[in-house]
């Protein structure tokens, strides 16, 4: 297929993040064929830009393009890019490449030590931009192939965590108005070097059974549910003999039912 022509192929170079605000707006077949004709270095920066939904659609359409865009982009895109694909979908595609340094670097990213949260990550279903008008977005969330996509996490232009989609208010709204920026629920996320016994203390799962987890650039690696980290908790407690982690463990998952009891009796205390 021949190139594209050179003015717009200098523009995406120079203005990756227009040039994917305009094409983001067309068709992901559509998108994948002007992707073909630049050069793996520019695909990868316009692609890691384009509206979080396209882009997710679009890291889908071929291994081959993956390799070689992970291969020439700058390292923050390269993330950006894995940040939109199933975990072990990314192991695979890393492992592939040529470059031992580049494998290096975005393993990184990619696995962390068994008493680390990064460690019981699992991947988002669906990752959608704060800029998306919020009608386009409700009828994208509708066409999705699940009845429970679990948490949608909302990012800002550039990628980076802003919240997760209170999908309720979007919903009570007929039809809803304005951008996905409006119907974000502010959700506290989680560090990946966090070790688990301070995450299973953390006051968050009184509110949350589900929070995101984030690099320290603020891109969303996945989420970690309140259950893995009790569990996994207990089980590293038990291998080393930690009766005292069991113990602040055990009582902070009391804490946490009662607080929740309490809530659902109507926030009632005990006499």
């Not at 692609?47 to 939904?53: E, I, K, T």
């Not at 309140?226 to 998952?253: N, P, V, Y």
Request: glycine share 6%; with cysteine.
């Amino acid at each position: 297929m021949a190139n594209l022509d050179p003015v717009s192929a200098d523009f995406a170079r120079k203005h990756p993040g227009t040039f994917a605000k305009v094409l983001g707006k067309g068709e992901v077949l559509d998108i994948v064929r002007v992707l073909k004709q630049m050069p793996p270095s520019v695909a990868a920066s316009v692609v890691a830009r384009l509206p979080s939904s396209r882009a997710g659609a679009v890291v889908k359409s071929s291994q081959e393009l993956l390799s070689a865009w992970l291969a020439e982009a700058s390292y923050d895109d390269a993330l950006t890019l894995l940040g939109h694909m199933p975990r072990e979908k990314c192991l695979s595609l890393v492992n592939s490449l040529a470059s031992r340094e580049r494998r290096r670097k975005l393993l990184q990213f990619l696995k962390y030590p068994t008493h680390c949260v990064g460690a019981l990550v699992t991947d988002v279903f669906v990752r959608i931009s704060a800029d998306m008008p919020a009608m386009d977005a409700l009828r994208e969330l509708r066409a999705l192939k699940t009845d429970n996509p679990g948490p949608i996490v909302v990012l800002q232009s550039d990628g980076r965590y802003l919240g997760l989609l209170d999908l309720w208010r979007l919903l009570a709204r007929d039809p809803p108005t304005g951008i996905l920026r409006d119907y974000v629920s502010r959700v506290p996320a989680m560090l990946p070097e966090t070790p688990l016994t301070s995450a299973a203390l953390d006051t968050n799962w009184q509110r949350y059974n589900w929070l995101p987890v984030i690099d320290h650039e603020q891109r969303v690696l996945g989420g970690v549910s309140r259950d893995r980290i009790f569990a996994a908790t207990a089980t590293q407690a038990r291998a080393h003999g930690g009766q005292e982690i069991l113990t602040s463990l055990a009582t902070e998952m009391l804490r946490l039912i009662g607080a929740l009891l309490d809530r659902i009796l109507g926030g009632r205390t005990a006499p």
